[in-house]
């Protein structure tokens, strides 16, 4: 089945203990990104990659590091968590970079709780 | 910076009534593409338009992308409580996504 892998799905941890949110997706997609959703903000875009090897600051990318080692994986990592990135946490891919071919396919979110 | 406003951040409408939610961007967009996010799911794809006054039909849904590709439009007619959910339009200047704050719809049976 096509689709986009999040884990784990809800987390809580607590302030400066270093964790990584993992994604992967199975249909050899060359864009993916990662967002948060906090109410009355919507989605705002933290990192995305292009392609392999190459990765990008999305709006609101303090905080957080991303890798883009192998094309199907792309992981969130958060090196020392504080409160305010408590959130939910979507991982997202579209088939190219191309505009005009770029539906984004949701993994199911995970929920971080940052004490 | 970049901004994408969505109106209303919420509306709730009683079942069979039409709903229509705005988007508005700062800059001019390539594209502008619809998702619908159901309570407690994740965002779903429903459409993407890429031509200046561009319309486009999905049963019961209507999207519209302005003349100057700055603003977008969702209309629902005849709403029924299967369209209860979050709706996001977001807009793509340059190779990073650009989601409004989405209008979350009630529908009322």
């Known amino acids: 089945e096509a689709q986009v892998t999040q884990n784990p799905r809800y987390l809580i941890t607590v302030t400066g203990k270093k964790l990584t949110v993992t994604c992967s997706q199975n249909?050899?997609?060359?864009?993916m990104s990662w967002y948060r959703q906090d109410p009355g903000l919507g989605l705002r875009q933290i990192y995305y990659?292009?392609?392999?090897?190459?990765?990008d600051k999305g709006d609101v990318p303090e905080g957080y590091k991303v890798s883009r080692k192998e094309k199907r994986n792309f992981p969130l990592i958060l090196e020392s968590p504080s409160p305010n990135q408590t959130s939910l946490y979507f991982c997202?891919?579209?088939?190219?970079?191309?505009?005009?071919?770029?539906?984004?396919?949701f993994g199911p979110g995970t929920r971080l709780t940052v004490l | 910076g970049q901004q994408v406003m969505q109106i209303p951040q919420y509306q709730h409408v009683q079942e069979g009534e039409d709903f229509t939610t705005y988007c508005n961007s700062s800059t001019t967009l390539s594209n502008i593409q619809w998702y619908k996010q159901r309570p407690g799911g994740h965002p779903v794809f429903l459409i993407q338009l890429v031509k200046s006054g561009e319309v486009k039909k999905q049963k019961r849904l209507t999207f519209q992308f302005g003349e100057a590709k700055k603003n977008s439009s969702l209309h629902i007619t005849a709403t029924q409580t299967t369209d209860v959910g979050t709706y996001f339009c977001a807009g793509r200047p340059g190779n990073q996504f650009y989601f409004g704050t989405g209008t979350s719809l009630t529908v009322i049976p």
């Open positions: 990659s292009m392609n392999v090897e190459a990765t």
């Open positions: 249909m050899n997609h060359e864009y």
């Open positions: 997202a891919s579209s088939p190219t970079a191309d505009r005009a071919t770029d539906t984004q396919y």
